[in-house]
């Protein structure tokens, strides 16, 4: 099997569990809208039958070259490029309601990561940029350089959970302008300092990340065009990897809505459209962290569109 050289393969997470809980219809229309290199989708394609469709969607273009190099010409797959927060306009009108069921792998590819020119990792030096695909045009250099003290604390707090964000916010500023990724993560390590310092540096680049690229935002849209997607019976898999994401998914499958309120019929019964099914937070094993750190992380939850009753 050729594969596109440049591309740092990522290895996917939890991947007999997300298979096995996603596909309900060997025979079915599955969204991968978070494409990769494709391991998934090539995962899910081994247990699909000939009349099924996966569709493999994805806002980097080296990932959607990469996945369709190491898939190859299989009818039954196809890619979209876009981010998954446009799904219902990215998808075929006549796809809509009849989704067996949709993958969310969140958070940042082995390849992004491992690209020093994409301003992702702060273990090598880099352009402070950040954009997960080349569809939006703000980079990580125009929030550590251009956004006001209170805009860029807030950034840092709310979207790193970084307790410092204060102090950070000032140094980055005092600084100006940072050019390169380490110059980032110096100004960090300026203000914080002993055992937890990478730690710190680790949330900050978070949250810039985040910022950049909508992720929270795009996350919550989504999970409510999934929902409008599926048809009945069908499932909804998100793997997250911090919990600003497991918060959103998690009020999400309780309540089928973002405020985690839950609607109730006249006589006191829920009316949610969806059930998580997953009994909460599915993990990697032992092994599977071993053989992947990265892993480490991750928490899978599970929950399936349900047919509500007649008022």
Known sequence: MSKNETYYEHQPVLLEESVEYLITDPGGIYIDATLGGGGHSLALLSQLNNDAQLIGLDQDDEALAAANSRIGNDPRFSTIKGNFGYLSRLLPPELHGRLSGVLLDLGVSTHQISEAERGFTFQKEGPLDMRMGNLRGITAYQVVNEYSYEDLRDVIYHYGEERLSREIAREIISRRPIETTIGLRDAVEAVVYGKHQIKSVARVFQ??????????DMLREVL?????????????????????????????????NHEGKIEKDFYGNPLTPIEEISGGIIRPTEDEIKQNPAARSAKMRVAEKIELPEA
């Open 207 to 216: 949250g810039i990340r985040i910022e950049v690229n909508r992720e929270l």
């Open 224 to 256: 409510d065009q999934s929902l409008a997607l599926l048809q009945t019976g069908g499932r909804i898999v998100a793997i997250s990897y911090h919990s600003l994401e497991d918060r959103i998914v998690k009020k999400f499958f309780k309540s089928g």
